[in-house]
């Protein structure tokens, strides 16, 4: 009976047979010779704990190199630090920052700079080798939330809290363009314009997408980065006088809208095929 099958299992094991029922008189899904896997991570345990950055203070940023092995973070202490996947401490710590807030921190393509955005209203690129800063980039009213590079390594952009994205050139620093909605600047001064929570450049290079507070995608063209007068669809913004910027009279409409029902933006991606992934917060009805 039952004393007999638990033999004839116990036989099969020891002869290298297969056994294909369980216990249970079912078919059994264990593959001979196979290896148990290491499950402290199904359990929600931390395989690595990077301690580095000031006691008590949030890390609001993370961004892994696209050649993988280092990490950089940005935190509420003014600055940002660079780590190795095999070091539990930063090997590097880049300070410059006016404000304590780092919002942000990306790698740019060739893996030699990370750039941070921070409520001092700045976008700043480091030196990974030299930890100084080596590029600049103001011109934001307010606190930078979100910075991305392109894929050539040739533009950022970079939101801030009033619902602009700046464009700049890397190479010399200067700002190109200012991304913003014709509907929010013309709400009035009672009605913010919706914070842009997400930005992703294509893979082509030919656009970029936004994600903000108001539960829509936009997309922009940059196309005619660098050619900022020769397009007529930039429009005069009313209201503002500065002769001292003339860059800051004019705006881009977005090409296209996708609005989604409840869910406010976090995070877009574009992949490789140029199609745009979006992760967000539902808000409910």
């Known amino acids: ?22 216990h249970s008189g079912r078919p059994s899904t264990r593959v001979p010779g196979a290896k148990a896997e290491f499950t402290a991570h199904r359990h929600g345990s931390a395989l690595v704990c990077y301690q580095g950055h000031s006691p008590m203070t949030p890390v609001w940023s993370v961004s892994i190199a ?128 919706p914070i842009v929570r997400s930005l992703s450049f294509s893979r082509c290079g030919t656009a970029i997408a936004t994600g903000s507070d108001d539960c829509t995608v936009r997309i922009w063209d940059c196309r005619t980065l660098g050619k900022y007068y020769s397009n007529s669809d930039r429009l005069p913004i009313a209201g503002q006088n500065n002769e001292l910027n003339t860059m800051t009279h004019l705006y881009s409409e977005p090409n296209k809208y996708f609005r989604t029902k409840c869910t406010s933006l976090l995070d877009l991606q574009y992949t490789k095929q140029n199609l745009l992934l979006s992760v967000g917060k539902y808000l409910g009805v």
Request: hydrophobic fraction near 30%; charged fraction near 20%; aromatic fraction near 10%.
């Open 66 to 193: 696209p050649c993988g092995y280092y990490f950089a973070s940005a935190g509420a202490d003014s600055t940002a630090r660079l780590w190795c996947t095999d070091r539990k401490t930063p090997v590097r710590i880049f300070a410059g920052h006016c404000n304590e807030n780092v919002n942000t921190v990306t790698w740019h393509p060739n893996c030699n700079y990370i750039l941070t955005g921070s409520d001092d209203k700045t976008v700043r690129m480091w030196d990974i080798q030299s930890s100084k800063c080596v590029r600049l980039f103001n011109g934001c009213p307010e606190g930078v939330n979100e910075v991305k590079v392109s894929y050539s390594g040739l533009y950022i952009a970079g939101a801030d809290y009033s619902g602009v994205v700046h464009m700049w050139d890397v190479r010399n620093g200067k700002k190109l363009n200012e991304f913003r909605c014709s509907r929010a600047i013309s709400s009035g001064t009672n009605h913010r314009a």
């Open 1 to 22: 009976g039952e004393t007999a099958q638990i033999g004839k299992r116990e036989n099969n094991r020891q002869n290298g047979t297969k056994d294909y029922l369980s």
